[in-house]
């Protein structure tokens, strides 16, 4: 009865960890089809980009963090 039970407990483990296996490729194929991983435009981390391409910090994102305290 032990022995039995051991195998069905050996085959299910086995099972979840091909099926969890195949999920994490399924999942990196996906992310990685989408294309190269880039980094957001400068407005998107507050900057403001003049015309010749310089980034600046914009005063209204700096005012708008609140006091500590």
Do not use: H, K, N
Request: glycine share 10%; hydrophobic share 50%; no cysteine.
């Amino acid at each position: 009865m032990s022995q039995t039970r051991g195998r069905w407990v050996a085959l299910v483990t086995g099972v979840l960890s091909v099926l969890i296996g195949v999920a994490y490729l399924v999942l990196i194929t996906v992310l990685d089809s989408r294309g190269p991983l880039l980094p957001p435009p400068p407005e998107a981390l507050g900057f403001s980009v003049s015309q010749d391409g310089a980034a600046a910090v914009s005063p209204a994102v700096v005012s708008t963090a609140p006091p500590p305290g």
